[in-house]
């Protein structure tokens, strides 16, 4: 299910507004704005330690302080598609972030990079990856601090080449943020199947999420190496 058949999609960040523009009618799911992106940045906004307000209690601790507290750290984004998250984290203070996904995305991506550039400020950086190619990851420059996912679980051939890069990416005192959402039954199985022998997870409870952005078929888990 993708988020919705709007030619385009609107998410406000703070006090900016995004504005992506999606082809349903494209062979490549990238070109299509799915639900989980919207959810892990909507949770990462209600959570923000620059913006998070507690309530009713002022004093209630935030949870997710350090972790989403994106000052000094570097990320990549793996599948982002239309480049909803890496836009919508890099207004939540992810100034270093790289925007990756397979050459047929790019287009769209860069479209979408150049649509957004008043609001961003700047054009994200962006680049070619397949998570095969070990040269390409190598290019990237790892460790990262964040690497970060939304709905690139689907097919169960890619499951293991996603993990790998996973892996290789994200620092050993790093954190994979992924948004979740069961596409495929065989590739869900083996992806948490295999998931277990690399990272140690953590799954967001529900009611953290935004509560206008919980929908309840996605999820976002907090990953880190298992070392």
């Known amino acids: 299910m993708r988020f919705t058949d709007s030619p385009v999609i609107e998410l406000r960040v703070r006090d900016a507004l995004l504005s992506i523009q999606q082809d349903n009618g494209s062979m490549h799911v990238g070109t299509t704005v799915w639900p989980c992106s919207l959810v892990l940045v909507k949770f990462a906004e209600r959570w923000n330690p620059l913006t998070y307000t507690a309530s009713p209690s002022p004093s209630a ?13 570097r990320a990549v984004e793996l599948g982002t598609g239309c480049g909803v998250a890496g836009m919508g984290l890099y207004l939540l203070g992810l100034s270093d972030v790289v925007l990756t996904d397979i050459a047929p995305v790019m287009p769209a991506l860069k479209h979408n990079l ?30 990262f601090d964040l690497v970060i996912a939304t709905d690139v679980v689907y097919i169960e051939e890619s499951v293991g080449p996603l993990l790998s890069a996973m892996a290789a990416l994200v620092a050993d005192t790093g954190v994979v943020l992924l948004g979740y959402q069961l596409r495929s039954p065989e590739a869900h199985r083996l992806f948490w199947e295999l998931c277990g ?10 009611e953290h999420l ?15 190496k298992k070392l």
């Open 114 to 143: 150049k649509r957004n550039k008043p609001v961003l400020g700047k054009t994200l950086k962006m680049t070619q990856l397949y998570w095969t190619n070990p040269d390409q990851i190598k290019a990237l420059g790892p460790p």
């Open 61 to 73: 601790p935030n949870p997710y302080s350090s972790l989403l507290d994106f000052r000094n750290k």
């Open 210 to 224: 935004h509560p206008e952005y919980a929908y309840e078929e996605t999820d976002v888990y907090i990953m880190r």
């Open 197 to 206: 022998d690399v990272f140690n997870v953590e799954k967001v409870p529900h």
